[in-house]
C-alpha cells in the first residue's frame, strides 16, 4: 500500500494561512460591529415609539 506521510508545511503557507485567518477575523469584527450598531439603533428607535 502506498501511503504518503505528512509533509511539513513551508514557512510560506503558514504565514498565508495567517494573512487568511486575519483578514477572516477582521470581516467578522467588522460585521459583528455592524450587528451591534443596528441593534443598539433598532433598540432606540423601539423605545421612543413605544
Known amino acids: 500500500m502506498d501511503e ?3 509533509r511539513p508545511q513551508p514557512k510560506k503557507t503558514e ?7 486575519k ?7 467588522g460585521r459583528r ?3 451591534a450598531k443596528a441593534r443598539q439603533k433598532q433598540d432606540e428607535t423601539g ?4
Open 33 to 35: 460591529k455592524a450587528q
Open 15 to 21: 504565514s498565508a494561512r495567517e494573512a487568511r485567518l
Open 4 to 6: 504518503k506521510s505528512p
Open 47 to 50: 423605545k421612543e415609539e413605544g
Open 23 to 29: 483578514a477572516a477575523l477582521k470581516a467578522n469584527l
